[in-house]
């Protein structure tokens, strides 16, 4: 389990710079950059030290992050300014647990017991009521419709990717060629970088296009269109990528990449979907956002469930 807390932790910090990245240069621009430092990062270590692209796994993994990295953080980063933050990470981090766990259970045969699907299902709870919307709160825009498609394809992207993760663990385990968190991060990586080179590369040719036809080049939707009153400096927004590279692709998938070649899916996703609530206290110590009643009360319930699922899978036999 001590992976799967650790990706929380990291995957929370990493939310928190990316959301500073995406305000100074665009959501498109600051993934592409995020996947590359990433990709530099983790290949200098894997080739050092590490398998490379070796193993039996690649395939699998490569796939895997054509849809969790690829796929599933373009579509992200599409769904956030249409829906909103608290509904795009519902959707993301509290779908994608019972997604993942039929997957699973569907095409590798995993199962889990009544006790663990009814701590899972409270663990889900608590997290609906800390970060579910208002009513009221979002408003139902031309392109709300669009933003719930866009939310729904990235919470696939995610739980099927770490599905394929967990087969390739299962390959490379049987072939006596297991794979440490880093080299899997990075096998995983390329696939993601391919979609974000893709993405960033029409988004530069279209501005291109409209820089030659006279007018001025678009900006991402997720790019806020009224001025800063103090824009950051270029050296605390390249320590913004530089912090949220490390955080999310690099250490956090790699004990994302642990966890899951050591638990199954249905039981890692739930702790990682405690992600919106581990931001909290985060966002408050560096954001000055204020903590409701809801989302102590909802941490409560979702904290109570992750507890007893860890109980329950290390601390005895499951029912």
């Given at each position: 389990?001590?992976?799967?807390?650790?990706?929380?932790?990291?995957?929370?910090?990493?939310?928190?710079?990316?959301?500073?990245?995406?305000?100074?240069?665009?959501?498109?621009?600051?993934?592409?950059?995020?996947?590359?430092?990433?990709?530099?990062?983790?290949?200098?270590?894997?080739?050092?030290?590490?398998?490379?692209?070796?193993?039996?796994?690649?395939?699998w993994?490569?796939?895997?992050?054509?849809?969790?990295?690829?796929?599933?953080?373009?579509?992200?980063?599409?769904?956030?300014?249409?829906?909103?933050?608290?509904?795009?990470?519902?959707?993301?981090?509290?779908?994608?647990?019972?997604?993942?766990?039929?997957?699973?259970?569907?095409?590798?045969?995993?199962?889990?017991?009544?006790s663990?699907?009814?701590?899972?299902?409270?663990?889900?709870?608590?997290?609906?009521?800390?970060?579910a919307?208002?009513?009221?709160?979002?408003?139902?825009?031309?392109?709300?419709?669009?933003?719930?498609?866009?939310?729904?394809?990235?919470?696939?992207?995610?739980?099927?990717?770490?599905?394929?993760?967990?087969?390739?663990?299962?390959?490379?385990s049987?072939?006596?060629?297991?794979?440490?968190?880093?080299?899997?991060?990075?096998?995983?990586?390329?696939?993601?970088?391919?979609?974000?080179?893709?993405?960033?590369?029409?988004?530069?040719?279209?501005?291109?296009?409209?820089?030659?036809?006279?007018?001025?080049?678009?900006?991402?939707?997720?790019?806020?269109?009224?001025?800063?009153?103090?824009?950051?400096?270029?050296?605390?927004v390249?320590?913004?990528?530089?912090?949220?590279?490390?955080?999310?692709?690099?250490?956090?998938?790699?004990?994302?990449?642990?966890?899951?070649?050591?638990?199954?899916?249905?039981v890692?996703?739930?702790?990682?979907?405690?992600?919106?609530?581990?931001?909290?206290?985060?966002?408050?110590?560096?954001?000055?956002?204020?903590?409701?009643a809801?989302?102590v009360?909802?941490?409560?319930?979702?904290?109570?469930?992750?507890?007893?699922?860890?109980r329950?899978?290390?601390?005895?036999?499951?029912?």
């Open positions: 389990m001590l992976p799967a807390f650790l990706t929380t932790v990291l995957f929370s910090l990493s939310a928190l710079f990316a959301q500073r990245t995406a305000r100074a240069l665009g959501g498109i621009t600051a993934n592409f950059w995020r996947m590359m430092l990433a990709t530099l990062f983790l290949g200098l270590w894997s080739h050092s030290f590490g398998a490379g692209f070796q193993g039996p796994a690649l395939p993994l490569f796939v895997s992050g054509i849809l969790g990295f690829g796929i599933g953080d373009v579509a992200m980063f599409q769904a956030l300014p249409r829906i909103g933050s608290r509904l795009c990470i519902l959707l993301v981090h509290c779908l994608a647990t019972p997604t993942a766990a039929v997957t699973e259970y569907v095409w590798l045969g995993s199962t889990l017991s009544l663990q699907m009814v701590c899972i299902a409270i663990s889900l709870l608590g997290v609906a009521v800390a970060v919307p208002v009513p009221g709160s979002t408003p139902r825009s031309s392109s709300y419709g669009l933003g719930i498609f866009f939310g729904l394809l990235a919470m696939l992207g995610q739980s099927f990717g770490a599905v394929l993760s967990r087969k390739a663990s299962q390959v490379a049987l072939a006596g060629h297991p794979l440490n968190g880093i080299d899997a991060a990075y096998q995983r990586a390329w696939g993601g970088v391919l979609i974000s080179l893709g993405v960033f590369s029409i988004y530069q040719w279209q501005r291109r296009r409209e820089a030659a036809a006279g007018g001025s080049p678009s900006q991402p939707s997720n790019v806020p269109t009224e001025a800063s009153a103090s824009p950051p400096s270029a050296s605390r390249r320590w913004w990528v530089l912090a949220n590279t490390l955080a999310g692709p690099v250490i956090g998938v790699s004990c994302y990449q642990w966890a899951l070649a050591s638990e199954r899916t249905g890692v996703l739930p702790i990682v979907a405690l992600t919106p609530l581990v931001i909290i206290p985060f966002a408050h110590w560096l954001e000055g956002e204020r903590t409701t809801r989302e009360i909802g941490g409560i319930i979702a904290v109570g469930g992750v507890a007893a699922l860890t329950i899978t290390h601390g005895g036999s499951p029912s």
